[in-house]
């Protein structure tokens, strides 16, 4: 199914979610994840997303996701390159995503929460520690523990993540 929309863009729903069509081009898979360029409004391109497969509901491509599409390709947005190396074992991956990138977004079921921080630790595949940024550019003390089943979506190096990581980091050097 996936394999069909690579390198292509498209718009994803996801189960238990009314509003939200996702866009993105789809840049790399494996069994559980998708990886994403998001395609945030209109024909801007923000930071990556990591979707799990199984919160997918459908897939689409139409007429409107096409046209933006080729919108994208006139800007020379690039369709192939992907900034990490989508890994069989996603805490894998989110270590390469904190390594390279410092933080990453967090979405679960609920539409209107992200989680904004840094994964640190997992003992099992069931369970990460993740060290948390607040919405006003600072870290917690407290380290949340999240089940990686319950995980929607991973969003990196987009403007909104990494402009508060920015002000965290200024504010540290302080």
């Not at 190396?85 to 390594?99: E, W």
Request: a negative charge; hydrophobic letters at 40%.
């Amino acid at each position: 199914m996936i394999k069909d929309y690579l390198n292509k863009l498209v718009g994803i729903r996801l189960k238990g979610r009314k509003k939200e069509l996702i866009l993105g081009i789809v840049l790399a898979y494996n069994e559980k994840w998708v990886l994403t360029k998001c395609n945030a409004v209109d024909y801007i391109v923000d930071g990556y997303e990591l979707i799990a497969i199984d919160k997918i509901s459908t897939i689409e491509r139409g007429e409107n996701i096409t046209f933006i599409e080729e919108v994208l390709k006139a800007k020379h947005v690039d369709f192939y390159s992907t900034p990490i190396q989508l890994k069989n074992n996603i805490f894998h991956t989110l270590k390469d995503i904190g390594s390279k990138y410092g933080a990453f977004g967090l979405e679960f079921k609920e539409e209107d929460c992200v989680y904004v921080g840094k994964y640190m630790d997992s003992e099992d595949d069931e369970y990460f520690a993740f060290e948390e940024l607040s919405a006003s550019g600072e870290w917690f003390e407290e380290i949340e523990e999240f089940k990686i089943s319950k995980v929607y979506k991973i969003d990196f190096d987009g403007d909104y993540v990494e402009s508060l990581l920015l002000y965290a980091n200024r504010k540290l050097s302080e």
